[in-house]
């Protein structure tokens, strides 16, 4: 399959000719504000299995629908909660996915692997945003990479990922947020964060109160509820280990690796970049004091690694506040949840 690659400088019409595409059961990666997304049309079988097969995805993760009016939802959703449509007047549009019951025999199964819940959510991006409206149908869209991988925030990672497996994609630039939206249950009295994401915790909670995060990893026969809760997700080639210590700690596991043979990389902070005495190559993905930075850069970063001849990664954990918690989620699925700290260094 011959990938189109359209820049939005070419036009407008390149708008109508990607919509057409949609339309016809086709697939096509564009930005959103969070990621790039891999869209077809929610409502078409054969559309939304391409997207499984071009990413490789497994075919009990749900995907996320993408809208450009709330009015859409009609169509498919059965109701939406008051606190949802506060959060929508508040959130919306932007990087916040709703968990919502849906009216049966409207989307294609395989866009909620046969539960009785959708994610929606509406994109703030102009393009993504544009695409949508004019497209006029609900639009399935994970992230536009091989399953497993770290998420695309340029065209360029679209390309490394999936060319040749899907029809069109839609150079916007860079993602905005760099990491996907949040994913709140709705359907519950105390609605539930599934995965953290653009917005956080405390904004959620200004709006509508107690929130809940779910703290269970669905068991193997279960079909998870939300992208990211199940599977191993954003994961570099290299292993990665999350390194939880001060400089010299930081060098001892540097040293270790470097013992053994491995070639050793590490993504972390300008800060603590600054304090690493070990000559290795450092991959800086801002300031502490930016984490929203920190956030836009860590996938772009990730990706890095798999363009050098790097075998072992060493990754800087950051707090959980605001758009933190969203960040360590990502670093925590990419290790494995594999740490290094005072109790568990890495093996000689």
């Known amino acids: 399959m011959e990938t189109k690659l359209w820049n939005i400088d070419q036009g407008k019409e390149i708008y109508q000719e990607a919509a057409e595409l949609l ?66 007047e508040a959130f919306w549009p932007g990087p916040l996915t709703l ?13 909620t692997a046969g539960l009785k819940t959708v994610g929606v959510r509406m994109p703030v991006h102009p393009v993504g945003l544009e695409l949508l409206r004019i497209t006029n149908r609900p639009i399935a869209a994970p992230s536009a990479n091989r399953s497993g991988r770290p998420s ?5 990672h679209v390309e490394e990922d999936l060319s040749g ?10 993602t905005g947020v760099g990491l996907e939206s949040t994913v709140l249950d709705v359907t519950s009295d105390i609605p539930v964060i599934l995965r953290p994401g653009g917005v956080s915790t405390v904004q959620i909670e200004e709006v509508i109160g107690e929130v809940r995060s ?4 669905p068991k193997k026969e279960e079909v998870p509820k939300a992208p990211g ?13 999350l390194v939880e210590g001060e400089a ?17 990389g590490l993504l972390l902070s300008d800060e603590l970049a600054a304090e690493i005495r070990e000559p290795v190559m450092k991959i800086k993905i801002g300031s502490r004091a930016q984490m929203d930075e920190i956030a836009r850069r860590l996938y772009d970063g990730l990706r890095l ?22 960040v360590m989620n990502r670093l925590e699925k990419a290790a494995g949840n594999k740490y290094l700290n005072e109790t568990s260094e890495l093996p000689r």
Do not use: C
């Open 214 to 217: 779910a703290r269970n990893i």
């Open 99 to 111: 968990i919502l019951p849906i009216k049966p025999g409207v989307l294609a199964e395989s866009v």
């Open 229 to 241: 809760m199940k599977y191993t997700h954003y994961a570099p080639l290299a292993p990665v280990y």
């Open 165 to 174: 497996r899907i029809s069109a994609i839609i150079d916007g630039g860079s």
């Open 152 to 156: 695309p925030t340029t065209a360029r």
């Open 305 to 326: 690694f798999d363009h050098t001849d790097t075998t072992l990664i060493l990754a800087e954990t950051f707090s959980k506040d605001g758009i933190g918690d969203a």
């Open 248 to 264: 010299a700690f930081w060098d001892k596991q540097i040293k270790r690796g470097l013992d053994r043979g491995e070639k050793v």
């Open 23 to 88: 339309r016809s059961g086709e697939t096509v990666a564009f930005p959103t504000e969070t990621v790039y997304g891999l869209g077809a049309d929610a409502t078409n079988p054969d559309a939304v299995k391409q997207i499984y097969e071009a990413k490789g995805r497994p075919s009990d993760n749900p995907l996320i629908v993408h809208i450009a009016d709330a009015k859409q939802m009609q169509e498919f959703i059965a109701e939406v909660p008051e606190k949802a449509e506060e959060l929508m």
